[in-house]
């Protein structure tokens, strides 16, 4: 595969001040282009880029760094995975608010959300030639050789992937002075209160199931902030009862067809595998209308790193939340809860010293945020002045 | 005991209300004896709540493993000692085969099934046998796959066996002359597989302007039609073309795998895969694992009696089909009768991890 640029520019990149008001007005264009079109309908992420695109959103996030001083970066290259459903345009749009000079490299697989939003990206490019020009999207074998110069002579690298990918990407020549963000494998749970869910009317359940189903089944519970596993809090008789009301509850919200047939095989074959081997710990694998349950009473590195999503939500137990050991590791990103009060969630995880670098309500796992990952993009992608340089 | 009572009747002769019980049954007994014999299926059966004696109330009850988890772990229910024969799937390059462990007695059985099988089909004299397929197939120990094995198996079915292809693949012309010669006018079986039968022996045929004369021909083939279907030849078109081009009648394909001995099922002169008295086949729809009724289109489960070496008794497959009907099929023969319509679609990869191909 040849240097394929997919939006190429008819001016030379310049850089720009961060959060310059074209920006603020190409993003405005581009979400009102994405929110018009009836294909993305067809993409929930792209509704979701859509609505995060708006003017006044980039705005609230401008709000936030109005007491910063902040400069580009310069040169910025990005590695985007398959979908634009797994988050890299947030990241590469931030960089593109900073001021940045961007190129990002389509994965080869990529697939029909981003073809929406290429077409939308060629469409405002017109408009908008200097924006355009510092946006490049290209296709390319990833041996490329102009990609090669590029990445070598770049300030800034924002690679996501897996993490065989994150090295390989890494494996190429950066300069000393180069700034790299990567965003690599990633494991999220989820936590819900059984003793409150035991006295919780049925219509606030439905609405529990729901916003459960939207964090962790849009993406086949693909998404890096969708969970993987759910954390049961409360006593044993309770946490019983709690998951037969729930799951029963989130299967009958659940849309046939949220999971392809391949994916509800792969999900039955999974938990088939790891229930029969590793026969030390005792398991409970129960099979619900679409989706699967799997009692743990521990996790290990090759169960987390081997969960294909689609369906699949391992369980651990714990009678409080103080009594829940669990290893956090760094991989360990959101954490999605319910039943508990926020500031109760935040003492709580100051003592988790690794890992849930977020934690939010079920229902909000997807929401981007430019802090992620523990990163505060806007300033990672940019280079902040002294403030005593103010007075 | 079941078994030996069932391996000594006609395999087509068992009517539903008689051949439920003795399958569950049997199927009852192989749950329990896995369990005892195969720490991970018992860790399965313990998981999903199943207490002893193991067994369920209907055959639709039986627990079933997803066909990979040969590939994915090495599962038996015998000693390493008692291990005869081990079978590899032929798999897709790259990918680890399944590995399904024998003893004797087991290794004995599905021998035996193959034969009563086949002897419906071909009547119990040895056959002269043209395989579509080129001898180093068989030949070569180490790369001893799937379709070595059943070319293998099959050939305990014939006599003066011939080879049409050269090991190149070409037409051995040669000695198809040879074999046409003189067989020309026996009850003759040819075997291979699908595709290599029509791409390698039926289009090279056609190709040199060749016909054969077999009228009392056998054509047995099997193996996936994804590939065929590429080419849109469906079973039809390649049973017109096959008695066109071979000068004979009977074209019966059957659908099996190597993870099921015991699970041969030869489609009839009706174009109905058949299912003989020592398995089954069940279709259940994916995501709820509920089963289907006759005529709607699920993922195949197959049961078979003969897996006691390792817990294949009951599997479920990666193969969409539909039954057709049971005990009423218009060539006469009980049991059910099915379709099989291919693999499940390959979907997308979404979300942002694995999704890159590292260079090589």
Known sequence: ?391 | MILTQLLQGEPYNLQKQEKQPILLEGLNELNAWHHQNCTEYSNLLDAIGMEPPWYTKSVTETPYLTVPLFKQLELKSISEEDVFKVLHSSGTTGQTPSRIFLDRDTAALQSKTLVRIMQHWLGKPRRPMLILDHPGVIKDRQAFTARGAGIQGISFMGRNHCYALHEDMSLNLEAIIKFEQAHSHEPVLMFGFTFMVWVYFLQALQKEGIKLNFPKGFLLHSGGWKKLQDQSVDNSTFKQEAQQLLGLNAVHNFYGMVEQIGSIFVECEEGHLHTPAYADVLVREPGSWKVLNTGQTGLLQLVSLIPKSYPGHSLLTEDLGKILGEDSCPCGRAGKYFLVEGRMKRTEVRGCSDTYNVPT
């Open chain 1, 1 to 391: 595969m040849n240097w394929e640029l997919l939006n190429p520019p008819s001016t030379a990149p310049q850089l720009q001040h961060c959060f310059h008001p074209d920006v603020l007005e190409y993003c405005q264009s581009l979400s009102t282009h994405i929110l018009r079109d009836p294909e993305s309908r067809n993409f929930p992420d792209l509704i979701g880029l859509g609505a995060w695109l708006r003017k006044g959103n980039i705005e609230k996030i401008q709000k936030r760094y109005s007491h910063c001083r902040l400069k580009p970066l310069g040169h910025v290259f990005h590695s985007a995975p398959a979908n634009v459903d797994s988050l890299f345009v947030y990241s590469a749009v931030i960089s593109l608010i900073c001021g940045n000079i961007n190129l990002i490299r389509l994965s080869n697989r990529a697939g029909g959300s981003s073809r929406v939003f290429i077409k939308h990206l060629q469409k405002i490019g017109k408009e908008y030639p200097e924006i355009n020009a510092r946006f490049q999207l290209v296709r390319c074998e990833h041996n490329n050789e102009k990609l090669n110069e590029w990445i070598s002579k770049a300030d800034g690298r924002v690679l996501w992937g897996s993490n065989e990918g994150i090295q390989a990407m890494r494996a190429k020549e950066f300069p000393a002075h180069g700034r790299e963000i990567t965003f690599a494998h990633k494991f999220s749970m989820a936590m819900i209160n059984a003793e409150t869910l035991i006295k919780t009317d049925q219509e606030e359940i439905k609405v529990l199931a729901k916003n459960f189903i939207k964090d962790n089944l849009s993406f086949s519970q693909q998404a890096c902030s969708s969970a993987k596993l759910i954390f049961w809090i409360g006593q044993k008789s309770k946490i019983a009862k709690a998951k037969n009301v729930f799951w029963n509850e989130v299967n009958s919200n659940l849309k046939k067809g949220i999971l392809e047939n391949e994916e509800h095989y792969k999900a039955l074959n999974f938990s088939q595998k790891i229930t029969l081997s590793e026969n030390e710990i005792k398991k409970n694998l129960k099979l619900y209308d679409s989706l699967i349950t799997l009692d743990l009473s521990t996790l290990s590195s090759k169960q987390e790193l081997d969960h294909p999503g689609c369906g699949v939500f391992f369980q651990i137990d714990a009678n409080s939340l103080h009594e829940l050991t669990f290893p956090f590791k760094s991989q360990h990103q959101t954490l999605s809860y319910w039943g508990f009060d926020s500031q109760e969630i935040k003492d709580w995880n100051k003592n988790v010293l690794q890992g849930i670098d977020r934690a939010v309500e079920i229902g909000k796992a997807l929401d981007f945020t430019p802090v992620w990952d523990g990163v505060d993009l806007v300033k990672a992608l940019s280079r902040e002045l002294e403030s005593n340089e103010l007075h």
